[in-house]
């Protein structure tokens, strides 16, 4: 093989390179908006699961917030749960740093801002281990719970949370997603006469445990 042939060659792959990312990048414009609002249509869905007796729910003007993984923030949003334009409770989005994944999380809470409903949106953690976060035995758990008892334990759980055997680190990382989501509303519940541009949670997205 000459130098010509090499870039020949070279010139072949450039084009080629060029048009499969054009391709994708037209692939992409496509199915950008459609994958957006299905996933839109999808968590309205979930929001309204949530407090199922609210006959709105809505993100107020000043419903967004973050948690901060060691510098890299994760963007949310609260919702107002309203019937009779009074609200009757609060449904927060927060993330939990887990074994294999961000663990998206929804929360609902009433005004006292006692748990009533804890649903995980989103994750990629162990199946068999992992994914037991996603069972009602470990849900359930936050029914009823208020900020002092959303702590996680090995074993009894004596009014707190207790972790899934064998998966330790995704069990923290949902208690620790839900305890920081309640902290945020409990901070803005008690501002909303002042207004909230956006309230930012520092979570250590670092732990070693394995499963």
């Not at 007796?53 to 948690?67: C, F, M």
């Not at 305890?179 to 509303?185: F, H, S």
Request: aromatic share 6%; net charge neutral.
């Amino acid at each position: 093989m000459n130098f010509k042939d090499i870039i020949k060659i070279t010139l072949n792959l450039i084009v080629i390179y060029i048009i499969g990312g054009l391709l994708l990048a037209g692939v992409y414009a496509k199915t950008s908006p459609i994958i957006f609002q299905k996933s839109k249509e999808e968590k309205e869905l979930a929001l309204k699961q949530m407090i199922s007796e609210a006959q709105t729910i809505i993100k107020p003007e000043n419903g967004d917030w973050s948690i901060d993984f060691n510098n890299k923030p994760k963007h949310v949003e609260y919702f107002e749960a309203k019937t009779d334009n009074q609200i009757i409770g609060y449904v927060v989005e927060s993330y939990g740093k887990g074994y294999s994944s961000f663990i998206n999380i929804l929360v609902a809470v009433d005004k006292d801002l006692k748990i009533t409903k804890m649903n995980i949106l989103q994750h990629a953690e162990t199946p068999g281990l992992g994914d037991g976060i996603e069972n009602p035995s470990f849900k359930d758990q936050f029914i009823g719970k208020d900020l002092d008892h959303l702590v996680l334990v090995k074993g009894e759980a004596n009014g707190n949370i207790a972790a899934i055997t064998g998966a330790t680190i995704s069990s923290r990382a949902v208690t620790k997603g839900v305890r920081a989501g309640v902290e945020m509303l409990t901070k803005v519940v008690g501002q909303h006469s002042n207004g909230l541009s956006e309230q930012t949670i520092g979570v250590s997205g670092v732990n070693n445990e394995q499963h």
